[in-house]
């Protein structure tokens, strides 16, 4: 199935957009959670190296403990772990909820400071206490603590990954831990939001596509319309300008100048059938009256009279084949308006039985008509197409043959059945029968005398009626066509009469 | 509009025509036609047909005079053709109609046919006649144009001893009826119309049958020779009115009535 074109703007909008939203989603999402991790380790190290530089007693690491957790910002006391070892490596305090799985001794511990000589002398922690009476300000000692050296350590517990900041000083190691519980739950949440409002979105911009591309096929529909109701109307109509956009009324008027381009060489097929007519009518007339006349001059019975007489049916023939292709480049040229009136078929074909009795006495005519069949025609033109049907039926017999014509009557349509006895016709033949000048080969000697033009014309007058003529091979010894015509002028034909 | 007919059977009755007739075939002789054709040649043998069959004609060979012709009446007919120099054909019609003439006009057309029959027909042309045509047809039309209008004073022919009824489409010889189909009786009208004149199988073949019928066929033969067969079946004894003409056509003979 081929989607519409606006479906498959809409959809590969939805699809760019989707892509682009995907990608910024997971790099934000991605950069929120490093930023926090990284806020984290930042804040355990800075935690871990502030706690190695005191000395407190086991109660006084556990109180440490609980503001800890308050400082690093932990929701719950949970989140934060504490490890404080003195330098020979034994445990000093170890939070009661550290994982049991969990070995401090296997943290990527950073090695001890080496203390400055001269700064381990001048380290507060080195000296003697002064005595409490007497605080004397030696300004030769460096009152800052020894600086720790840190690491960072990141390790799984209990299904929660935590990052430990290390911290060791020549007295004393420091693990200030802190879980990452907290950022995936913060990331989970952000994740499910992006999670919704991704589609939403997607939703959205594919509607939004959808009517946008309904907003710019909009014109196109316009001109569709209006080339439509403009070709039915007529050659010399014109699709309007107005009210089209720029890019579209390029468009049309490119097509305009098409139409014209077209109504220009249909009307010189039309002036040149009309002029083709008057050139050589006049002569024809001419010479037809002038020869009438000197057969009614000459004295009857004369040679003179019957060298005339076989003249003028000669131009009489010629007028015939002059009229005929002049009715068939109407036709083409669209310009054959048959002037519909009643016509009354039953008669017209119990008169054309007679004549066929008379013109062809050997043939076994039979006739199935019943009365009272009438349709809305154009009289000269429909008994033009009778007088075809029957002539060939006459031509294309076989000796001893027969010839049936019949009429049938629907609510919408009268239908015309000529058929006749036949040598048969080619399969290859029987395309080509309503090709102009073309006439079976069999028929081609002199015995058969006509011209291969009628059921060409035949067929396009039927069309002009709105009806048609068609070719029925009923069995192999006989030839049946069939012609329709509407009982009721069709609206086309309608509109042009 | 003023007729003109004059029923007299004198010396203006034309050459072709019986002496003893009791009813003259088609009567309306001294018919004035106009004929507004710009084609000479075809002008010369129009107006001479028409005069051989003693109507009085007419000529001039252009639309703005024809309609100058026409506007002041006093014809019986007009033969108009449509492709005229100065005023068209149409435009003299439509010009005329306008001014309330009524006269019958029969349109001459060689252009598109089709289109100038609709047009002339629904401007108020009478009849139309598609160039090439036949002087003979073209009289055969101006007879049934004027008996049309006259109120059909002219329904019975009488040659000889043949009668045809033109409405209840009759035909008798020798007072007895003979039985003749549709194209039977067309043609023997066709001939006893103009009794003593050649008439070819192509003039009776597009006056019986119309226009596009085949010009090979025999079919006008075959007809004639059913009619003679009808009529001899009544009187074997009397001579046939239709004449044969060899390698022409066929002539109604001119028939005395002979006495009553």
């Given at each position: 199935m081929r989607l519409s074109f606006r479906l498959r703007l809409a959809l590969l909008s939805a699809l760019l957009a989707g892509c682009a939203l995907a990608g910024f989603a997971t790099l934000t999402w991605w950069f929120v959670r490093d930023i926090r991790v990284q806020q984290i380790e930042t804040d355990v190290t800075e935690h871990a190296g502030r706690e190695s530089a005191r000395r407190l007693p086991s109660s006084g690491w556990q109180q440490s403990e609980v503001v800890l957790a308050r400082t690093l910002g932990a929701r719950s006391p949970v989140e934060v772990l504490l490890l404080v070892e003195d330098a020979a490596g034994a445990t000093v305090y170890r939070s009661a909820r550290w994982p049991a799985d969990t070995d401090a001794k296997q943290f990527p511990w950073p090695p001890t400071p080496t203390p400055d000589p001269l700064a381990r002398r001048s380290d507060p922690r080195m000296l003697p206490p002064p005595p409490a009476s007497s605080w004397v300000i030696r300004p030769d000692v460096d009152l800052r603590p020894l600086e720790?050296?840190?690491?960072?350590?990141?390790?799984?517990?209990?299904?929660?990954?935590?990052?430990?900041?290390?911290?060791?000083?020549?007295?004393?190691?420091?693990?200030?831990?802190m879980s990452l519980a907290a950022v995936d739950a913060d990331m989970a949440a952000l994740r499910n939001s992006f999670l919704l409002a991704v589609?939403?979105?997607?939703?959205?911009?594919?509607?939004?596509?959808?009517?946008?591309?309904?907003?710019?096929l909009s014109p196109v529909r316009r001109l569709n319309a209006s080339i439509?109701?403009?070709?039915?109307?007529?050659?010399?109509?014109?699709?309007?300008?107005?009210?089209?956009?720029?890019?579209?009324?390029?468009?049309?008027?490119?097509?305009?100048?098409?139409?014209?381009?077209?109504?220009?060489?249909?009307?010189?097929?039309?002036?040149?059938?009309?002029?083709?007519?008057?050139?050589?009518?006049?002569?024809?007339?001419?010479?037809?009256?002038?020869?009438?006349?000197?057969?009614?001059?000459?004295?009857?019975?004369?040679?003179?009279?019957?060298?005339?007489?076989?003249?003028?049916?000669?131009?009489?023939?010629?007028?015939?084949?002059?009229?005929?292709?002049?009715?068939?480049?109407?036709?083409?040229?669209?310009?054959?308006?048959?002037q519909l009136a009643p016509f009354d078929l039953s008669a017209a074909l119990l008169a054309l039985a007679e004549d066929t009795r008379m013109l062809a006495p050997a043939l076994q005519v039979s006739e199935d008509v019943p009365p009272g069949i009438s349709v809305s025609a154009d009289g000269n033109l429909l008994t033009q197409i009778l007088h075809n049907l029957v002539s060939n039926a006459i031509k294309y017999n076989v000796e001893g043959g027969w010839i049936r014509i019949a009429a049938s009557c629907s609510p919408e349509r009268a239908t015309v059945v000529v058929a006749n006895a036949s040598a048969g016709i080619d399969a290859e033949d029987h395309g080509r029968l309503f090709e102009r000048f073309y006439r079976a080969d069999r028929a081609h000697g002199r015995r058969v005398d006509g011209l291969g033009l009628g059921l060409s014309l035949s067929r396009e007058l039927a069309r002009v009626h709105g009806g048609d003529l068609e070719l029925e091979v009923a069995q192999d010894h006989s030839v049946q066509l069939r012609l329709t015509i509407p009982l009721l002028p069709t609206l086309a034909s309608a509109a042009t009469a | 509009m003023a007729l003109h007919y004059s029923f007299v059977m004198d010396g203006r009755r034309p050459a072709g025509y019986g002496t003893a007739q009791r009813v003259s075939p088609e009567g309306k002789v001294g018919m004035k036609v106009l004929v507004v054709e710009d084609e000479a040649k075809i002008a010369d043998f129009v107006c001479a047909g028409l005069r051989e069959q003693g109507f009085a004609v007419e000529h001039c060979a252009n639309g703005t005079e024809g309609f100058e012709l026409a506007s002041r009446g006093g014809y019986d007919a007009i033969v108009l053709d449509?492709?005229?120099?100065?005023?068209?054909?149409?435009?003299?019609?439509?010009?005329?109609?306008?001014?309330?003439?009524?006269?019958?006009?029969?349109?001459?057309?060689?252009?598109?046919?089709?289109?100038?029959?609709?047009?002339?027909?629904?401007?108020?042309?009478?009849?139309?006649?598609?160039?090439?045509?036949?002087?003979?047809?073209?009289?055969?039309?101006?007879?049934?144009?004027?008996?049309?209008?006259?109120?059909?004073?002219?329904?019975?022919?009488?040659?000889?001893?043949?009668?045809?009824?033109?409405?209840?489409?009759?035909?008798?010889?020798?007072?007895?009826?003979?039985?003749?189909?549709?194209?039977?009786?067309?043609?023997i009208e066709y001939l006893m119309r103009s009794p003593g004149r050649v008439l070819t199988r192509?003039?009776?073949?597009?006056?019986?049958?119309?226009?596009?019928?085949?010009?090979?066929?025999?079919?006008?033969?075959?007809?004639?020779?059913?009619?003679?067969?009808?009529?001899?079946?009544?009187?074997?004894?009397?001579?046939?009115?239709?004449?044969?003409?060899?390698?022409?056509?066929?002539?109604?003979?001119?028939?005395?009535?002979?006495?009553?």
């Open positions: 720790p050296t840190v690491a960072i350590s990141s390790f799984r517990a209990d299904g929660v990954d935590w990052r430990a900041g290390l911290a060791v000083t020549p007295y004393s190691r420091v693990a200030v831990a589609p939403l979105a997607l939703a959205l911009i594919g509607l939004g596509s959808w009517i946008v591309a309904a907003r710019a439509r109701t403009v070709t039915a109307a007529g050659l010399d109509q014109r699709v309007t300008t107005r009210e089209q956009d720029r890019e579209f009324e390029e468009l049309t008027l490119a097509f305009n100048e098409m139409l014209a381009r077209l109504e220009k060489s249909f009307k010189q097929a039309s002036r040149f059938s009309a002029d083709a007519a008057h050139e050589l009518k006049t002569p024809l007339a001419i010479l037809q009256g002038q020869i009438e006349r000197e057969i009614n001059r000459a004295e009857a019975g004369s040679r003179i009279q019957g060298v005339l007489t076989g003249i003028l049916d000669e131009v009489r023939r010629l007028s015939a084949i002059s009229r005929k292709l002049l009715l068939l480049a109407q036709a083409d040229a669209a310009q054959l308006r048959p | 449509i492709m005229l120099p100065g005023r068209d054909g149409l435009s003299v019609l439509k010009g005329l109609r306008k001014a309330g003439m009524a006269t019958p006009v029969i349109l001459l057309t060689a252009r598109n046919e089709l289109d100038d029959r609709i047009e002339g027909l629904a401007l108020g042309a009478d009849d139309y006649l598609a160039k090439p045509f036949f002087v003979e047809e073209l009289i055969a039309r101006l007879h049934a144009l004027v008996r049309r209008v006259s109120g059909e004073r002219q329904n019975v022919l009488a040659v000889g001893k043949l009668r045809l009824d033109r409405i209840s489409r009759e035909v008798t010889w020798f007072e007895q009826a003979v039985d003749l189909t549709g194209r039977e009786f067309n043609l192509t003039q009776i073949l597009e006056h019986v049958w119309g226009y596009d019928f085949d010009p090979s066929t025999n079919v006008v033969d075959v007809c004639i020779q059913r009619i003679r067969k009808k009529i001899a079946s009544i009187a074997a004894d009397a001579e046939s009115p239709i004449e044969s003409v060899r390698g022409v056509g066929y002539r109604f003979r001119k028939l005395d009535a002979g006495p009553e």
